[in-house]
């Protein structure tokens, strides 16, 4: 069971905006969503890191419930609720707030000296 589908609608992302920030064909990505063919493993790893999730669950070789508990220990609910919520922005509002996070780190390293 191929999960790509599922993430993107997850996300509320569209595939021809998941085929222009990843510069893969919308309809190759409907062909590997239909599971008419076959994504190779550098598409596989572009998906992963795309949605932050393992080449396994991807591929439906390991449950949500194990990717949550993983991410349990490594995240605070404020830390999930602000990716969730990163995750539903559009790419404009994920690179404003991307800019953002860069500026106010540049300013707290500059007050810090």
């Known amino acids: 069971m191929f999960r790509l589908k599922e993430l993107r609608e997850e996300n509320g992302i569209k595939r021809s905006v998941l085929a222009r920030e990843l510069k893969i064909n919308a309809g190759t990505i409907a062909n590997y969503e239909n599971e008419i063919r076959q994504?190779?493993?550098?598409?596989?790893?572009?998906?992963?890191?795309?949605?932050?999730?393992?080449?396994?669950y991807l591929l439906g070789r390991e449950a949500r419930d194990t990717?949550?508990?993983?991410?349990?220990?490594?995240?605070?609910?404020?830390?999930?609720?602000?990716?969730?919520?990163?995750?539903?922005?559009?790419?404009?509002?994920?690179?404003?707030?991307?800019?953002?996070?860069?500026?106010?780190?540049?300013?707290?390293?500059?007050?810090?000296?």
């Not at 994504?39 to 396994?56: C, G, M, R």
């Not at 995750?87 to 007050?111: F, G, H, M, T």
């Open 39 to 56: 994504a190779p493993y550098e598409y596989l790893i572009l998906f992963a890191d795309y949605f932050d999730v393992s080449v396994d």
């Open 67 to 113: 990717l949550k508990i993983k991410l349990t220990g490594a995240l605070t609910e404020t830390e999930r609720k602000l990716i969730d919520d990163y995750r539903r922005c559009s790419p404009l509002a994920k690179d404003r707030i991307s800019e953002y996070v860069r500026l106010w780190k540049n300013q707290e390293n500059n007050s810090d000296q």
